[in-house]
């Protein structure tokens, strides 16, 4: 069934695990995650971005959703609105049916310039107020996602802030988290240690000065009640890479969000770890090897089926490792 997203993160935490949120675009995504969940009986968080809705429109959004929860009456299913860029978008996914939105109120409505923490508190906060009169979920961010290595923004995709970013944006603080909270009342809150989207995360694999899981657990500490959120937490699999350059694929030397590190951060009070780059990485891996491997095929579901395969795995992984298989 569609669940609140409020529900499943207070079971996360009542039984400490989390829970990925993995980003859809398509139907093959879509399926690639039910599949694993059914496989390992995990709640689904899935969640569509401004690019999805672009991409695929919130009609055929909705409906892949609406499938999912049809094919798969056992699972529990939430879908969420990824990075709302104002009070308006969100309110317009809600009555579309998303059982869960996120107020991005750390970038202005640009969904490039950061905000200043006054137009952060307003905004989530009247997000807030219509959406729990109506029982739906909300996820704010204070602080902006970026590189402490760099201090660029650094999102290659389009998504997020674009430029170099002042030091202390780019770590949420602890005490400012608590008053955000007590402030807005929101259900979940982003939180910015040093990860970003994309692909390009960190040019090494990240010690704690560039991904900073200490301050989850100073954060957590002034906030035990509130489901902790990580955005930009793909692993990057090295193996992933690989997979697609020996295809023809072209990608530079990269690191990702190490699993062990996202485990870490559960136990300091993270809820959901939002993940759409290792699915694309998967799945172009495995487009790339078929096309390679068949160059006379031309039947989108021959190649589409090992991609939906290899997305099935990472899902599956990331469930597992995250503690919320057996948990639906
Ligand atoms: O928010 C970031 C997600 O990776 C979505 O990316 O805007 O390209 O769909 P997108
Ligand atoms: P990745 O690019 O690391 O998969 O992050 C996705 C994300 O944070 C979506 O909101
Ligand atoms: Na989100
Ligand atoms: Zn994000």
Do not use: W
Not at 210 to 224: C, G, S, W
Not at 228 to 251: A, F, N, T, W
Not at 277 to 284: E, G, S
């Amino acid at each position: 069934p569609l669940v609140s997203m409020r529900q499943l993160l207070d079971h996360a935490a009542e039984n400490g695990y989390g829970l990925p949120a993995f980003n859809v675009n398509n139907l093959e995504q879509v399926q690639a995650i039910m599949e694993a969940a059914a496989e390992c009986d995990s709640p689904v968080i899935m969640q569509a971005s401004a690019g999805a809705r672009k991409y695929a429109g919130e009609a055929f959004l909705r409906h892949l959703i609406d499938a999912a929860v049809e094919a798969y009456p056992q699972i529990p299913v939430v879908m969420h609105q990824d990075h709302g860029q104002s009070p308006a978008i969100c309110m317009g996914a809600i009555r579309s049916g998303f059982s869960s939105v996120m107020m991005d109120g750390s970038l202005m409505e640009d969904g490039k310039t950061p905000s200043s923490y006054d137009y952060n508190v307003a905004v989530s906060r009247e997000v807030v107020k219509f959406s729990h009169s109506i029982g739906v979920t909300v996820e704010a961010e204070l602080g902006c996602l970026g590189s402490l290595e760099t201090g660029q923004a650094g999102e290659e995709d389009g998504v997020g802030a674009e430029g170099t970013l002042d030091h202390s944006m780019l770590l949420t603080d602890p005490d400012q988290a608590a008053d955000f909270v007590k402030q807005t009342d929101c259900d979940a809150l982003a939180i910015a240690i040093g990860t970003s989207h994309g692909a390009y995360k960190f040019t090494r694999k990240p010690t704690g000065d560039i991904l900073a899981i200490e301050r989850v657990k100073a954060i957590h500490a002034r906030l035990p009640n509130t489901h902790l959120v990580m955005h930009g937490s793909s692993s990057v699999p090295q193996e992933l890479l690989e997979i697609i350059r020996q295809y023809g694929g072209d990608m530079k030397e990269t690191y990702g969000v190490p699993v062990e590190e996202i485990q870490t951060a559960i136990k300091f009070g993270v809820r959901k770890i939002n993940i759409d780059t290792d699915i694309r990485l998967a799945m172009t891996g495995a487009v790339r090897k078929f096309l390679f491997e068949n160059p006379s095929k031309f039947d989108p579901r021959e190649f589409l089926k090992p991609a939906r395969e290899a997305a099935k795995l990472v899902c599956k992984a990331r469930f597992e490792a995250f503690g919320c298989a057996g948990q639906a």
